[in-house]
């Protein structure tokens, strides 16, 4: 239960962006966060020109509360991330509002953006199961304000939805990215079982968090209904201003396919443009080195993976930006496309998770491709990752490459529910202009969870010096924490 708002509410504050920029769309759909470029990252807490890594841990035990939640920062450097020049926050940390509670989840979602727009990005995290006062599961978010020294929980911020409702969730989903010219920073956007919020920093209203509008996604509406899992962003029409993409899956008389909306950004506002065929997992990068960001969807459940053929094992879906957006029509990959190593089958979960950058230094941008649910031989959930490369025709299978934890080099070994691959991140953190792969493992160790790193050489991702870590590593608790839930793009 979060018993005291901020104090920090007095010298910072949001207000919710103008919705009458919002063109309304059906009410069943959802749109969600941006950033001008998804490329552009923007995960620098302490302004030092390397990108830092922010990991969620939503079962952690903290003050003897399970589930409370905590998440980990790790600054990066010329020598990139390790061990040792960590951070760690909670609802326990001095400065956030709030208390440790059973099953807060503390880090189910996280994300980042310059918020208050004065050079330094800032931490924004999910509390999903929040009680605010006797409505359970409300939600709440936590802003940690970045600075010369890194993130700190001092001065931290506090927003909530205007009238919470039991299993609201509000939180569940966060991005943040300039997608208006309305403020001087990021608009932070915030999701939760029904609805989409803006939000943008104003410190000429220091003690108000104004509701002007909300995006509305539970109602009915013909054709379909949509119930909205994840955001991503990207600037798809090449217009300076991020694009919001919300992806999720159909309810209704024909349940579990993948959908998603897609919203421009507009120096006025958003608009709502129109419903895209995949998700519910979705990611943004420039595939072919044209200048427009790409939208990649992946639907790890879907009842017809392929549309128009019956396929099993997760389907990934591309589509090339352009002068409208994202492309009308998707290229679809699965498993069995060729090229791809491996082999579909069902319960595989391809595409649990996505990721895209250049982890080469090419110029393209590749994707890399979580399964969390993939066997490997014997071993059931054990998990697997795989990266497909960037060219100027689009998504390649030429150089594909995957990996496991009985992959060699790889530390660790396959086992029963690992989900290895169930988040995978692209990183930067030592600029090298090549993009490392972190890959979680939630499950490792019966929910304790771990992340590994897996270099970028010339040649892409190698896993030749790989290594491992989970929370105990950064100084955390561990057990039973599923580390890695949660990592900012």
Known sequence: MRKNRSAALAAATFLLVSGAAIATA?????????????????????????????????????????????????????????????????????????????????????????????????????????????????????ILWGSKAGLKGAESDWLETEEPTAGERFGVGLAAARFTAETDGDILAVLDGDDLELFGYDDSAPSSLRRQSTQEFGAEAEPRDILPKSLTTGDYDKNGFADLIVSGVSVGDEPGHGWSTYLSGQADGLTYER??????????????????????????????????????????????????????????????????????????????????????????????????????????????????????????????????????DVPGAAEKGDKWGAQVRLTDPNRAGRFGLLAAAPGENTGDGHVWVLSAGAGGITASGSWTYNAASLGAPYVDTSFGSAIDE
Do not use: C, H
């Open 26 to 142: 059906p009410s069943a759909y959802a749109g969600v966060p941006g950033s001008t470029r998804a490329s552009d990252r923007n995960t620098d807490f302490n302004g030092d020109g390397y990108e830092d890594v922010l990991v969620g841990a939503p079962g952690a035990t903290v003050s003897g509360k399970s589930g409370a939640g905590l998440v980990t920062v790790q600054y990066g450097s010329a020598r990139g991330i390790g061990t040792s020049d960590v951070a760690r926050f909670s609802q326990s940390t001095s400065g956030i509002a709030g208390a440790a509670e059973i099953g807060d989840g503390f880090g189910r979602a996280v994300a980042t953006g310059d918020l208050d727009g004065d050079g330094f990005d800032d931490a924004v995290v999910g509390i999903p199961g929040e009680d605010l006062g006797t409505v359970k599961d409300a939600g709440g978010v936590a």
């Open 275 to 408: 419903d895209l065929r995949g998700g519910p997992v979705a990611a943004s990068g420039d595939i072919n080195d044209d200048g427009y960001d790409d939208l990649v969807t992946g639907e790890p459940n879907s009842p017809d993976d392929n549309p128009g053929e019956t396929m099993t094992g997760g389907l990934v879906g591309v589509r090339l930006g352009g002068p409208d957006g994202p492309a009308a029509e998707p290229d679809w990959w699965v498993q069995d496309s060729p090229g791809v190593p491996g082999v579909a089958e069902a319960g595989d979960g391809w595409g649990s998770d996505l990721s895209v950058a250049d982890t080469d230094g090419d110029g393209y941008a590749d994707v890399a491709i979580g399964a969390a649910g993939e066997d490997i031989g014997t071993v059931e959930d054990a998990g697997a990752v795989w990266v497909l490369r960037g060219s100027a025709a689009g998504l390649t299978s030429s150089g594909a490459r995957s990996w496991d934890q009985n992959s060699a």
